[in-house]
């Protein structure tokens, strides 16, 4: 059993409550919208990072992260991308398991396509009256199991 971080849309501010729900983890995903370097050197003390550019990552630091990645663990394939929108739902010929996202600030886990959809919310500043989440990710060979975790930051 694999356990992996996700996280997104922390534009700038790593919460110590993500860092916290964070810990243990052996691998974080960073769905984008980071903030800068420093948000992924934080979170890379606690375990690897794979991120990806969210639509605000615009400084040149920000630009040198990729668009999507791909994530093997252990049998399960993954896709990270920022805005699922930017994504055809996968066909079951495209090998996905999970299809990772952020954007939208709402935590949703649902099928997508051939594959499970995975978002975790947003760490970052509170948008609206949305919760500020994270979420756990386990997989075991291609079974995945994710539960989303809300942060306690008060209101």
């Known amino acids: 059993m694999h356990l992996i971080g996700i996280i997104s849309d922390t534009h700038g501010l790593l919460r110590p409550e993500a860092l916290a729900a964070l810990a243990g983890v052996e691998q974080i995903i960073h769905a984008g919208d980071v903030g800068g370097p420093e948000i992924i050197?934080?979170?890379?003390?606690?375990?690897?990072?794979?991120?990806?550019?969210?639509?605000?990552?615009?400084s040149p630091w920000g630009r040198t992260l990729p668009r999507t990645a791909e994530l093997a663990v252990d049998q399960a394939r993954l896709?990270?991308?920022?805005?699922?929108?930017?994504?055809?739902?996968?066909?079951?010929?495209?090998?996905?398991?999970?299809?990772?996202?952020?954007?939208?600030?709402?935590?949703?886990?649902?099928?997508?396509?051939?594959?499970?959809?995975?978002?975790?919310?947003?760490?970052g500043h509170r948008r609206f009256s949305l919760p500020v989440t994270v979420a756990l990710l386990r997989v075991d060979g291609v079974d995945l199991d994710v539960d989303v975790v809300e942060l306690d930051v008060g209101r």
Do not use: C
């Not at 920022?82 to 999970?98: F, M, R, S, V």
């Not at 709402?106 to 396509?113: C, D, K, N």
């Open 79 to 123: 896709l990270i991308i920022h805005n699922l929108a930017e994504l055809p739902p996968p066909t079951p010929d495209a090998g996905y398991h999970a299809v990772i996202s952020g954007h939208t600030h709402r935590a949703l886990v649902r099928p997508y396509g051939a594959a499970l959809g995975i978002n975790p919310g947003a760490a």
């Open 41 to 58: 050197a934080a979170l890379a003390e606690l375990a690897p990072v794979t991120a990806v550019r969210g639509n605000t990552d615009t």
